[in-house]
């Protein structure tokens, strides 16, 4: 089996998730750092992957971290390694945890949040308006990350005053690009931060899931105070960083597809179809680390050995023609049904995919409605990756926003 190496500079997804899927349903990568994994490339193979309980969370079941092969300051250490939440354990662990979460995340608690979102949508846009007229303005950083950044502190408690500081840590998290020498402060920052966040809430509790975790383990459900943090810096950090991309891109697809974009602001293509494609055909997590084998497991015509490390390629399974048809690389709003599997699948799927839907499905008819001449200021080819082999993230969405409906010409 040849191994594929991931690119740490993600210059070509598209072309590196096409090399992957021609791997067969399981291929074999190198991650940045030097780290070998095995990676499922297919939606039926990933399923059942996804399901299947010889697949665990635990790291110590992983060969090569128990023969010490994996240094502390990798830099994706914090993502196979990020201490004990609901993302690494599993069975009734996994539950206890993900219950309150769950709990606080449900359809018809995330529809409560509904008139924030739209009051901070609507906060941005103005903002956008009051930027000089005809420059190119950063979509990404302008509105796609202020959003859900501040939607998900609220839910969790975390000031505002906080945010810039999150937002340096959570670049050098994620970055593949970050000298090794720097990691384990960062990671040691990150705990800091998160920690002076719990035990804020915890000398003033509030009507956030921060103050509601903390009251759980004083109720007898038993979350430990690492518990609680690492939960919390989990949620934080998947609960903005999927967002931002997922709006992100949007944007783009809608823009790089003229005729496609014409119908969605005509009215002829509803906005669910367009997150919906865009999940699947330009998935916002790219590749989910990490998984581990307690047996030999067959994929397809391949073996999974026991003790080795798995990461999901949501990118190259996204495309997959044997789920999707031979229209599988194409983006088509119209698609149906379109059973993607973008958040995740089985115990471990994603806790916040309601709430990152309900943010985009608010944000994005919002912006085209206040700006339905919006445009790329660059072309699509000059756009840009950041250098995170996890996250489907460009550097900066450069866009000319045209007049604002109702504006003056």
Known sequence: ???????????????????????????????????????????????????????????????????????????????????????????????????????????????????????????????????????????????????????????????????????????????????????????????????????????NPGDDLTSALIAASENGDHLTDEEIVNTLQLIIAAGHETTISLIVNVVEALQTHPQQRKKVLNGEIGWDGVIEETLRWNTPTSHVLIRFATEDIEVGDKVLPKGEGLIISFGALGRDEEQYGPTAGDFDATRTPNRHIAFGHGPHVCPGAALSRLEAGIALPALYERFPELDLAVPASELRNKPIVTQNDLHELPVKLGCPFGGDA
Do not use: C
Not at 28 to 40: Q, S, T
Not at 140 to 153: Q, W
């Open 1 to 203: 089996m040849t191994r594929i190496a991931l690119d740490p500079f993600v210059r070509d997804l598209d072309g590196e998730s096409a090399a992957l899927r021609a791997a067969g349903p399981l291929a074999e990568v190198e991650l940045p750092g030097g780290v070998h994994v095995y990676a499922v490339t297919r939606h039926a193979e990933a399923r059942a992957l996804l399901t299947d309980s010889r697949v665990v969370k635990d790291i110590d079941v992983w060969n090569a971290w128990r023969r010490g092969e994996i240094p502390m300051d990798w830099p994706l250490i914090g993502l196979a390694n990020p201490g004990r939440s609901m993302l690494t354990v599993d069975g009734a662990d996994h539950r206890r945890l993900r219950t309150l979460v769950a709990q606080a995340l449900t359809v018809k608690r995330v529809e409560r949040l509904r008139a924030g979102i739209e009051a901070l949508t609507n906060a941005s846009l103005e903002k956008l308006a009051a930027l000089p007229a005809g420059e190119p303005v950063d979509l990404k950083a302008e509105f796609a990350y202020p959003l859900p950044m501040n939607v998900i502190s609220e839910l969790m408690g975390v000031d505002a005053a906080d945010h810039p500081r999150l937002k340096e840590l959570f670049e050098k998290f994620f970055s593949t690009q970050t000298p090794p020498e720097e990691v384990p402060q960062m990671m040691a920052d990150l705990g800091t931060l998160f920690t002076k966040i719990v035990d804020g809430k915890r000398a």
